[in-house]
């Protein structure tokens, strides 16, 4: 795996990003997507945590959460079923606030820098990443999955829950490559253990490849996964008595950081759009 030198863009998005991907002995060439299109959905019928998400709140399983601990009603009634069936006149409110479905669905790919938090608020007034598109982007956005506050890199934004879920999902098995920078070497032995999958807490840590970063000295690595457990790669080193120094997502379901300097954003073009909703099988 070799490092990421990307210089800046002047405001203009580079269509060359679509199909890169790190050049990495196991990565794969995305395949070519399939044209498709977003359709609009009766809510008549539609679950109210698929609802609540359609509205680009959260994503399903988040929205099945918000339902669960009181936090939904429905025409002023707190309802707590998340598969309760919509109907047609139904007015749901999430913490007090009505929602209604986007008009337009909005996809924001975000190079995020470190010391700021993923999450819409924070209780102790810490960044976030949405104070960084705050006055920028007017759409309600959520951010998709999480990095924790000391990582750095690709992390998606958008109000399409249904497209949320299945980029979160590790049944869909969407990619996402990150570039470890270590506190000290790392042997071979240890790197055929974490090849091998390592014994973890809540269970065994597979990734789909690692092997380290060509010109360094074994202290940095690649490491591809798309397990979607909390800190899964600090985790494993940290379990073989390493420490992660450095953390940066550098891929993400066939986008990378090209032209995408660190702490900005910018909107997907439709083709990334329709890449994303191909590897998610949307």
Not at 59 to 86: C, H, I, W
Not at 256 to 268: E, I, Q, S, V, Y
Request: charged letters at 35%; glycine letters at 8%.
């Amino acid at each position: 795996m070799k490092k990421e030198n990307s210089k800046p863009s002047k405001g203009r998005s580079n269509d060359r990003n679509k199909k890169s991907a790190p050049k990495t002995d196991f990565s794969s060439r995305p395949k070519k997507p399939r044209e498709d299109s977003d359709k609009t959905e009766s809510i008549e019928g539609m679950r109210l945590n698929k609802y609540i998400a359609y509205c680009g709140v959260c994503s399903r399983r988040q929205a099945a959460d918000l339902v669960k601990e009181g936090s939904v009603t429905v025409n002023g009634e707190q309802m707590l079923e998340p598969f309760y069936q919509m109907k047609p006149n139904d007015v749901v409110a999430v913490k007090g606030k009505p929602v209604k479905p986007e008009a337009r669905k909005v996809y924001i790919l975000m190079n995020k820098p470190k010391n700021v938090i993923t999450t819409a608020k924070d209780e102790r007034g810490r960044k976030t990443v949405m104070d960084l598109l705050a006055g920028k982007v007017h759409e309600r956005v959520f951010p998709v999955g999480r990095l924790d506050r000391d990582t750095t890199g690709l992390l998606l934004l958008t109000n399409d829950g249904e497209l949320a879920e299945k980029l979160t999902h590790p049944s869909h098995g969407v990619k996402k490559i990150y570039h470890v920078q270590l506190d000290r070497s790392l042997p071979n032995v240890d790197l055929e253990k974490i090849r091998k999958g390592i014994q973890l807490e809540d269970g065994i840590a597979v990734v789909d490849g690692v092997d380290y970063v060509e010109g360094t000295k074994h202290t940095e690595l690649g490491v591809e996964i798309h397990i979607g457990k909390n800190r899964i790669v600090r985790r494993i080193f940290e379990h073989l008595g390493y420490t992660v120094e450095r953390l940066d997502r550098v891929y993400l379901g066939g986008l990378t950081k090209k032209d995408l300097p660190r702490g900005f954003f910018r909107k997907l073009t439709d083709r990334e759009v329709i890449m994303l909703k191909h590897f998610s099988g949307k």
